[in-house]
């Protein structure tokens, strides 16, 4: 039996093509300037006869996809559903240090709809230990070298950036319009202060915190632990960052991305904290 | 008097406040945050929350690292 038509996907999105058309046919009718052709995950250097439920990727290199063809790439990666969900959540992070430079980048990935990222900080040297920032952005404000790096992974992610310190007083109307607040502080009575100052403030919002991650204990000590419906802590409760024991990229990112898929749970109605 | 702090019960004097439980069990009142009865307490009040038999706290402590 010959299939007369075949469907295929092309850069995601469903196609339907009569039966033995070329890959390289398509290319011409499709994405003539494309000079990287994918198909089911593998570069392809010849033309070939294209199959049923075939995935193909045409890419002009260093050319970024239009802000359609790439939402269409991102949902593609999710559960339907999913990707509807997580565009229309707004997420606050307090910090933009070890765990909330890779929280942003984990939640841009996945397609958060609006993060506003607070930190009073510039890169330092030393920060590039553990937190995603790059040699080239020493000594720029955190916030600003965040957003860029964001920006050039997920342009469709709306970052809104303050530069200065969180306070008790201005902590109100930075997170007012979020959903969910991410702590991603340092310092153990910042941390603490956030935490008091926002579950009283907001009872009806989310709060994930982060206490201990430092050194190179197991990555198995690190859990995500419901305080009650409405904060969750991720971490060991009881590495803290001091001499002989530094914040390190491994553990630091463990417990931030504890924090991010907290927050994605969170997003999606699940129990950051359910047993597995 | 017996209260329950993290799940563990403590013996207590009477007429006592939050304030001196954290004293008592060594934890810093700057990095914490208090539950009492399923309520979050407001740091200044540490003093003024006086403490009954049976009462539940849950001390959430944090640590440096970030």
Redesign the interface.
Known sequence: MTIQQIQIYLNERSLTAASGTFLHELKQQQCPDADLLIVNGYPCLNDQILADQDRIVMIRRGVPPDPQELEALMMARHTPGVHARVKNARIGIA?A????SAIAIALTRTGVGFIRIADFDVVEPSNLNRQQYFIDQIGLPKVDALRTNLQRINPLVSIDVFYGKITAKNLKELFTDVDILVE??????Q??IL??TF??EFPGKYLV??????GYEPGNTIRTQK??EH?Y?C?D??????PGCG?MAPR?GIAAHHQANAVLRLILGEDPAAKG | MRILVNGNEQQMTDHTNIAALLEMVGVNPEQVVTEHNGDIISPERYGAIHLNEGDTIELIQFVGGG
């Open positions: 910090g240090g070890g765990l909330g991603a502080f340092d310092a153990a009575d941390k603490a935490a008091n579950l009283r915190a982060a206490s201990g991650m430092a305080i009650n904060f802590l971490g409760n009881m590495t803290s960052a001091g914040l630091v």
